[in-house]
């Protein structure tokens, strides 16, 4: 944790989140059968609507950490060298989503998110409110780094879930894009806005801009990388102490169905947090609902895993695109049918693989960004054209894994991969 301490890791913190993410996922599809909501949306008429309730939280969460940490480092060299020497912070996050999966159309939920982060300690703690059709749902969700783990407790619900992550992956977060002076570097390589002055809650503040939805390649940014479509972020620095006084991030899907508008703000530096408040304590009569484990290198084959959820329960029609909401939002309507109010839940094997859904768009950002190649084609592939290349991404200098429309699986040369995309592309005409 000192290394978190020392250089605000967005990869890190992100991917933890990832974690997080997934595993509610997991737990949303319990009570019903999508996105994140059901553990925390038991409460509510439709499963599937409390599993994309829950799914925003964990969300919004991920992108609070995410961001915070990503953009610290894109000003002044000032601010990078003063969060290095930052032990302590705690901040508010608000956002309202349009189109999350569940809710009744043009339905707008409203998250908010409170989070301390404890840099000595190596620990994170989130206290999410999620307002859905049924009534508010609660939350804390717990990032031990030390002990790579997430855990998140729903306690109107009585219910639990935990996800560890293995030391390669952990290893992995760590290293890569993850301190300030590489996110500086990561964002100014895009074309990007200087805001000039403006007066925030009484205090100057300076900004920058950047609208590009790659950004998520180079910063493991979760909502320009895995959620949206298009994505604009701006963070603002107290002009005074040189530190991030607000954040601001919107994404929208292609389709214009889901969109996004987060704020980050009420930043408090180097406050004191007793240990206890980043602790978990599970009582003995809560249910584990799920847990999972996040390692490196499986993202292709994970992604095939979500794509078969389309085989079985949406006669081989695939998402137009593998960014988080779209996914979510294509399957849902399926699953929500199929575990109506008056069926049988979904079982523990079910569960663990819609977690997936939730962390869909983050893992072909990881395949984006470790320079994997990879390109995915459902937008105009499905089970029905069986010799069409669906998805594919590199698996070494010159081969390719190459998924049809079946999904079949086959290993190529690029070459052989070029003839069979042009095959494709000329059949879709």
């Not at 991917?15 to 509510?44: D, N, Y």
């Amino acid at each position: 944790m000192n290394r978190l301490r020392a250089t605000p890791r967005p990869e890190y913190d992100e991917r933890v989140h990832g974690e997080m993410a997934k595993a509610i996922a997991e737990l949303e599809s319990t009570p019903a059968a999508v996105t994140q909501p059901s553990i925390w949306r038991i409460v509510m008429k439709s499963r599937i609507t409390k599993l994309a309730a829950a799914a925003v939280i964990v969300l919004a969460a991920i992108l609070a950490l995410t961001f915070f940490h990503r953009t610290s480092g894109i000003v002044w060299a000032e601010v990078v060298q003063r969060l290095g020497e930052i032990k302590t912070v705690s901040y508010k996050i608000t956002a309202d989503i349009k189109g999350m999966p569940g809710t009744p159309e043009g339905y707008t939920t409203h998250t908010t998110q409170d989070v301390l982060v404890s840099y000595e300690q190596g620990a994170v703690r989130i206290d999410s409110a999620l307002q859905v059709p049924g009534g508010m749902r609660r939350s804390q969700t717990y990032i031990l780094f030390e002990d790579r783990v997430v855990v998140s407790v729903i306690p109107d619900q009585k219910k639990c879930f935990k996800m560890t992550v293995s030391d390669e992956q952990m290893q992995k977060m760590g290293g890569e894009n993850g301190d300030p002076v590489t996110l500086l570097k990561a964002m100014l390589e895009h074309k990007y806005t200087e805001l000039g002055r403006k007066t925030i809650d009484d205090v100057a503040a300076w900004g920058i801009e950047v609208s590009d939805p790659k950004l998520g390649a180079k910063m493991g940014s979760f909502i320009s990388g895995g959620m949206f479509d298009q994505t604009t972020v701006q963070l603002w620095v107290d002009q005074k102490h040189e530190l991030p006084i607000r954040i601001c991030a919107t994404g929208s899907s292609k389709d214009g169905r889901a969109s996004m508008g987060m704020v980050y703000d009420g930043f408090q530096w180097n406050i004191k947090i007793e240990p206890a408040r980043l602790t978990p304590e599970i009582p003995d009569d809560y249910e584990l609902v799920a847990q999972g484990k996040w390692e490196a290198g499986k993202e292709g084959e994970e992604i095939i895993d979500v794509l078969r959820l389309f085989v079985e329960f949406a006669d081989g029609r695939y998402p137009a695109s593998l960014k988080t909401m779209t996914v979510a939002n294509a399957i849902a309507p399926v699953l929500k049918k199929k575990f109506s109010a008056d069926s049988a839940k979904p079982g523990k094997e079910l569960i663990a693989r819609l977690m997936k859904v939730d962390m869909v768009g983050m893992m072909y950002t990881t395949l984006e960004r470790d320079g994997k190649d990879p390109a995915y084609y459902g937008d105009r592939v499905s089970a029905e054209s069986p010799q069409a290349v669906l998805f594919r991404w590199k698996i070494d200098d010159n081969t390719y894994r190459v998924v049809f429309g079946d999904l079949s699986i086959e290993n190529v040369p690029a070459d052989r991969l070029i003839q069979l995309e042009a095959s494709s592309n000329k059949k879709q005409k």
